[in-house]
């Protein structure tokens, strides 16, 4: 079983910043990419950011420059940092994460519970 934890979303002001941590616990051989989702509501959900386990990252167009996805491998932990945000930054944020298994070495894909960001004066 694998688990995802999310934190650091809230409220904020436009133009202000957020980070937001996705923890990965379980038994888990390797991480493959670890990436960061966003459903505003009314919409459905779309890819905002995601890391390769060779650091290889990819980004939406829409927050290209003001996004900025990491990892730190030794804690299985994902981070977003998030600047200069909009109103339009409004969403629930998910993470997500696929890999393998330990021991079985089958593979998983596995998302977190979610956290509001919410861009507002």
């Known amino acids: 079983q694998v688990q995802l934890v999310e934190s650091g979303g809230g409220l904020v002001q436009p133009g202000g910043s957020l980070k937001l941590s996705c923890a990965l616990s379980?038994?888990?051989?390797?991480?493959?990419?670890m990436g960061w989702y966003r459903q505003a509501p009314g919409k459905q959900r779309e890819l905002v950011a995601l890391?390769?386990?060779?650091?290889?990252?990819n980004y939406a167009h829409s927050v290209k420059g003001r996004f900025t996805i990491s990892r730190d491998n030794t804690k299985n932990t994902a981070y977003l940092q998030m600047n200069s945000l909009n109103p339009e930054d409004t969403a629930v944020y998910y993470c997500?994460?696929?890999?393998?298994?330990?021991?079985?070495?089958?593979?998983?894909?596995?998302w977190g519970q979610g956290t509001q960001v919410t861009v507002s004066s």
């Open positions: 997500d994460a696929g890999g393998y298994y330990n021991g079985s070495y089958s593979l998983f894909r596995s």
């Open positions: 379980g038994s888990i051989f390797r991480i493959n990419h």
């Open positions: 890391i390769t386990s060779g650091g290889s990252t």
